[in-house]
């Protein structure tokens, strides 16, 4: 809460780009800490407390804000992913906090996409389902985060409206990467295609990662390869940059 009050927080973005074009699609919003004592904490540092404390809805609607007045000045083909707690979904007036965020900021709804983890549906809530109904009905779009790593149904993505599934890093640059993990993202790759959703592959590092993802079928790609997450001043940077080059240079090295 202090952190808030004192400015302390900001938000940093990070590119997704299509694997087509090499030109910016989404920017990811992550959260940063710089304590004036203990310097960056990361948010797996004071997610978890926040979650505990219940100061993540207040945090939560906080980020949206932030990462909704900045995407309003980006071009309006560029959209903005904003990570949500399933404690901050479940609470009260959750779909009500992000409106008001986009409202105040003048931004599109169809420009928001929400992710979510598979944890969220263990306890198959009825919150969680009015919540993501409300907000498709304005428009805002919904992604699957880190799919593979947890309770991973084929029944959620049936049940809700996702318009991406984000494959988790773990498939791309983990230690086990291999013939099982590469087939693993061709599967999930080829249901995206038939469903009409976006395959975004995490964690890319190198170009051999991003050729191998693409030819798997992914869509979408984020990592270091492309871009760290940046200042909002360096995000407008980025998006300027692609005005006077060729983004798909990037994709040919």
Request: hydrophobic content about 45%; proline content about 5%.
């Amino acid at each position: 809460r202090a952190a808030i009050q004192r400015d302390e927080l900001s938000i940093f973005f990070q590119p997704i780009v299509d694997l087509e074009t090499g030109r910016i699609r989404t920017f990811e919003a992550l959260v940063r800490w710089f304590h004036p004592e203990k310097g960056e904490l990361r948010p797996d540092e004071f997610i978890p407390v926040a979650e505990e404390t219940g100061v993540i809805i207040t945090l939560g609607n906080w980020i949206t804000a932030q990462a909704a007045k900045a995407a309003a000045q980006w071009p309006e083909d560029v959209t903005i992913a904003v990570n949500l707690s399933p404690v901050q979904i479940r609470a009260p007036g959750a779909a009500l906090g992000i409106l008001t965020a986009l409202r105040d900021a003048k931004l599109d709804p169809r420009r928001l996409e929400l992710e979510v983890t598979e944890s969220l549906f263990i306890d198959d809530n009825q919150h969680t389902a009015r919540f993501i109904e409300d907000l498709s009905a304005e428009g805002v779009r919904f992604a699957l985060d880190d799919f593979g790593t947890g309770y991973s149904s084929l029944g959620y993505i049936n049940k809700f409206p996702f318009k991406k599934i984000k494959v988790d890093r773990s498939f791309v640059s983990g230690p086990n990467v291999g013939l099982k993990s590469d087939a693993i993202i061709r599967a999930v790759a080829e249901m995206g295609s038939t469903l009409e959703m976006e395959i975004v592959a995490e964690g890319l590092e190198t170009i051999d990662q991003v050729h191998a993802v693409r030819a798997a079928g992914c869509t979408l790609g984020q990592g270091y390869y492309f871009s760290r997450a940046v200042p909002d001043y360096l995000a407008a940077m980025l998006l300027a940059q692609e005005q006077d080059s060729d983004p798909a240079a990037r994709l040919a090295s």
